[in-house]
């Protein structure tokens, strides 16, 4: 059965740290995949996409990897804030014409 | 600010009622898509409509329907609802093509919906 796992689901780490939280599908083929920030009682934002045929993307102190191989997208905030801290959720699209998201990893960071 | 406004923020419904959630997708966005994201969990997909026809549909019953306006706003209404129906319901917009219910195009949330049903 096709499955959207996030590697855990709380991530406490110290400010200036770099943050990185898992995504990893099985049975998809997604051509893109996507992540959003999601803080408490507010609708996802989103943040970047990473094509299949695209192996990083960056947007100032984000960056996500996209290994279809492995079937895993890693999503890396460096320099972490305080500001930073949020739910943090991936999407791909699914087999029955459907968006499908990971249930988020909920990031804290502390000063 | 996303753009897409949705209404009511907060409901509190009794089991067996019906309700309707609301939206108004971002300018120029033919595209709406309807969440339902139970606490803890990512967002299920409900259903999605482009140009006012259903575009695809998640696994959800027959009681969730949907409807989209000309000015591509659209509706969620649930029938006879259950306790398990208690969630935050998130509409989405977009500008797409309707051959792909993802076709890579940035996807704008509202702030949701969130239903108690008692």
């Known amino acids: 059965s096709q499955k959207i796992e996030q590697n855990s689901e709380a991530l406490n780490i110290q400010e200036g740290k770099t943050a990185t939280l898992t995504c990893n599908y099985t049975?998809?083929?997604?051509?893109?995949l996507q992540w959003y920030r999601q803080d408490p009682g507010r609708g996802p934002v989103f943040l970047l996409l990473?094509?299949?045929?695209?192996k990083e993307k960056r947007k100032e102190r984000l960056k996500v990897t996209f290994d279809t191989t492995l079937k895993q997208s890693l999503f890396h905030i460096t320099a972490s804030q305080p500001a930073d801290s949020a739910t943090y959720l991936c999407?791909?699209?699914?087999?029955?014409?459907?968006?499908?998201f990971g249930a988020g990893t909920r990031l804290t960071v502390k000063p | 600010e996303t753009g897409v406004t949705q209404s009511p923020t907060h409901l509190i419904k009794t089991r067996g009622q019906q309700v309707t959630l609301r939206c108004s997708s971002q300018?120029?966005?033919?595209?709406v898509s309807w969440y339902q994201q139970a606490l803890g969990q990512g967002p299920q997909f409900i259903f999605q409509?482009?140009?006012?026809?259903?575009?695809g549909r998640g696994n959800f019953p027959p009681r969730f329907s949907g409807l989209q306006f000309p000015n591509y706003s659209s509706e969620l209404n649930v029938n006879a609802l259950e306790l398990d129906d208690s969630a935050l319901y998130l509409c989405?917009?977009?500008?797409?093509?309707?051959?792909?219910?993802?076709?890579?195009?940035?996807?704008?949330f509202g702030e949701g919906s969130w239903l108690t049903v008692v």
């Open positions: 989405a917009s977009s500008s797409g093509t309707g051959a792909r219910i993802f076709s890579g195009n940035t996807i704008y």
């Open positions: 049975n998809y083929s997604p051509a893109y």
């Open positions: 990473i094509r299949e045929n695209e």
């Open positions: 999407a791909l699209e699914g087999g029955g014409n459907d968006m499908r």
């Open positions: 300018s120029g966005h033919n595209t």
């Open positions: 409509y482009y140009r006012e026809e259903e575009n």
